[in-house]
């Protein structure tokens, strides 16, 4: 597959045949309201680094086009399949519906939470990040598969939600099957 740089994503048109040959990876990322169009643009860049199948997007939370969103995504907007759903409660019982065996992890510090990297990840997986104060909502952590958090070591209790997305995503794709 011909990898671009940033510049080169910024400025390149939408050419559906290269979309279609892009392989998928049966990973769902969403998002429960989260506020920050600069996170929102962020992690359009992850899933499509890590060629995720889908971005939902729920809640309070904007949703392309948005010029932070596509300034930040270096336009990949373009490029990750995304949708819209009203509550993230929501999202994630159609997304059941929908994939077939699907775990849905949600990253949150929580008394049922367990370390990120001690969970044998299983495909197809959705990983639910939350509101950049306030976290993932209590509706949704009630109706996951189960809650992983990153421990912390310093003063400070947590991380940026897409640095939290992008240090779980990773330690979830290493359980991808290869080949």
Excluded at 30 to 56: C, H, K, Q, S
Aim: aromatic share 6%.
């Amino acid at each position: 597959m011909d990898k671009r740089n940033a510049d080169e994503l910024r400025k390149l048109p939408v050419d559906d045949e290269l979309r279609k040959k892009i392989k998928k990876n049966p990973v769902y990322i969403i998002l429960d309201n989260v506020l920050d169009t600069y996170n929102i643009g962020a992690i359009f860049r992850l899933a499509e680094a890590v060629a995720a199948e889908e971005l939902i997007i729920c809640g309070e939370s904007e949703t392309p086009p948005n010029s932070r969103i596509r300034k930040a995504s270096i336009n990949t907007t373009e490029w990750v399949k995304w949708s819209y759903a009203e509550t993230t409660v929501e999202a994630i019982k159609n997304l059941k519906l929908k994939v077939k065996n699907l775990s849905v992890y949600a990253i949150e510090q929580d008394a049922r939470s367990v370390p990120y990297d001690s969970v044998d990840y299983t495909f197809p997986v959705a990983l639910v990040v939350g509101h950049e104060t306030d976290g993932v909502s209590k509706e949704v952590l009630d109706i996951v598969d189960g809650i992983v958090e990153i421990p912390m070591w310093g003063i400070n209790i947590s991380l940026n939600v897409m640095v939290s997305l992008g240090i779980v995503v990773f330690e979830v794709m290493s359980h991808l099957p290869r080949g």
